[in-house]
């Protein structure tokens, strides 16, 4: 297995037949789902429940005969597990590169527990090494990442390879923001951008994460946030 494989395969380790699990968006998070459904398939794993943070994800989960319900139905979640773009010494976390940001977070918000897989490529010492995905509304959307471009980075429209703007499952826009040195203040920004009209979500996930899952070629090994 690689990297992404081992973690997904760890993090299937916590899961118990009866639970009702958050799956989430991106290739580690992929990796769980079609797991997930082969140990149901297999009769390892009985009455489990997914709650899926895209339409990608309730699509595989569907092909490997997972059952999916919704939040409305189930409001607390056993357990949710998903991938990170970045994950910093403090749990904090940079997703939304799989374009799903708004829906993994409203999902995960919602787990006693929330398993974060990654690779050892993901760990920084501070976000913002990569782009910071924000969610914007398409009313004005030029607005919008003009606004964004007077925080202290560099803010663009994310568009498909045919120049189309990209279009999430809400049917918005995203943009994303590049800063030179990192984040300085994750959490002044993230109520800097709350505060904003016609931004409606971004992708740091902060104080969020309950553990996560760090695949290595050394082997893989999982930090447990202080209680």
Known sequence: MNLKQQAASRALTYVRSG??????????????????????QAGDLQDIVGVPTSEKTAALARAGGIRLST????????????GADEVDPDFNLIKGLGRALLREKIVEMHAARFLVVVDESKLVSRLGRGP????????????????????????????????????????????????????????????????????????????????????????????????
Not at 29 to 40: C, I, K, S, W, Y
């Open 19 to 40: 639970m009702v699990l958050g799956l989430g968006t991106g290739s580690t998070a992929a990796h769980f789902v079609d797991m997930l459904g082969q140990r149901l």
């Open 71 to 82: 939040l409305s139905e189930h409001p607390r979640l056993d357990l949710a597990v998903d």
């Open 132 to 227: 910071l995905p924000v969610e914007i509304v398409p009313f004005e959307a030029a607005t919008h990442v003009r606004w964004l471009n007077t925080l202290g980075c560099r803010a663009e429209l994310w568009h498909e390879d045919d120049g189309s703007p990209i279009v999430t499952d809400n049917g918005n826009h995203l943009a994303r923001c590049w800063f030179s040195d990192g984040i300085a203040d994750a959490h002044a920004l993230a109520r800097a951008l709350a505060d904003r009209p016609g931004v409606v979500e971004h992708g740091m996930f902060l104080d969020m994460a309950s553990a996560v899952i760090i695949a290595s070629p050394k082997g893989v090994r999982v930090l447990e946030r202080p209680a």
